[in-house]
């Protein structure tokens, strides 16, 4: 199993939309609708922003949306605030119980 | 409101067992409805599962990581717990346990606080 690919960064100014993808495989990704995304400032823990690819938890505001095609995800987020900026990852149900991540995008609000 | 809480010691040497335990407040560690897990994060890196436990005792392991390491819970303390064998400075990482809904999308909705372990003489 390997990590799922991100790019490294992404940036987009205030007001703006921005997309960050996630690649995986037809292992992962492409043969699951279990994508979730993660949101992590600088020394806190990961929060969950997405789950089973477009679903948000209670509390996150709707201009953080998800999407799937073949085996790619992608997180939209949409009205970029300065609080948006941290890190996103990325993760796939994989099979056998099992579960991979991406390695991280760092989206900064220019 | 659900909490959970890491604890062990923050230094391991090297060849070592890392033992790790996260203590959960709010729900019960029983609660038929959630896995429990355990996730990690080198300084500077990404995350990896490491892997998860049904309250009765059903685990899961990343297949990289399965040969070292042992999760399990005891339900009269609440608590589940990590053991990774045998580690090296690439062990070296933030370690955060989670909830993870059986019921959907094999995602942690609640996650530790984290604890930084490092393995060094």
């Known amino acids: 199993q390997s990590a799922l690919t991100q790019p490294p960064s992404a940036s987009g100014s205030p007001g703006q939309s921005v997309t960050i993808s996630c690649t995986g495989t037809?292992?992962?990704?492409?043969?699951?609708?279990?994508v979730s995304w993660y949101q992590q400032h600088p020394g806190k823990a990961p929060k969950l922003m997405i789950y089973?690819?477009?679903k948000r938890p209670s509390g996150v505001p709707d201009r953080f949306s998800g999407s799937k095609s073949g085996n790619t995800a992608s997180l939209t987020v949409s009205g970029l605030q300065a609080e948006d900026e941290a890190d996103y990852y990325c993760?796939?149900?994989?099979?056998?119980?099992?579960?991979?991540f991406g390695g991280g995008t760092k989206l900064t609000v220019l | 409101q659900l909490q959970l809480q890491e604890s062990g010691p923050g230094l391991v040497k090297p060849s070592e067992t890392l033992s790790l335990t996260c203590t959960v407040s709010?729900?019960?560690?029983?609660?038929?409805?959630?896995?429990w897990g355990w996730i990690r994060q080198p300084p500077g890196k990404g995350l990896e599962w490491i892997g998860s436990?049904?309250?009765?005792?059903?685990?899961y392991y990343n297949p990289s990581l399965k040969s070292r390491v042992t999760i399990s819970v005891d339900t009269s303390k609440n608590q589940f717990s990590l053991k990774l064998s045998s580690v090296t400075a690439a062990d070296t990482a933030v370690y955060y346990c989670?909830?993870?809904?059986?019921?959907?999308?094999?995602?942690?909705?609640?996650w530790g606080q984290g604890i930084l372990v490092t393995v060094s003489s």
């Open positions: 989670g909830r993870r809904p059986v019921w959907s999308g094999y995602h942690f909705d609640y």
């Open positions: 709010g729900d019960s560690i029983s609660n038929s409805n959630f896995y």
């Open positions: 436990i049904y309250y009765v005792g059903g685990t």
């Open positions: 037809s292992s992962d990704i492409g043969g699951y609708n279990y």
């Open positions: 089973e690819v477009n």
């Open positions: 993760s796939s149900y994989a099979g056998s119980n099992t579960v991979l």
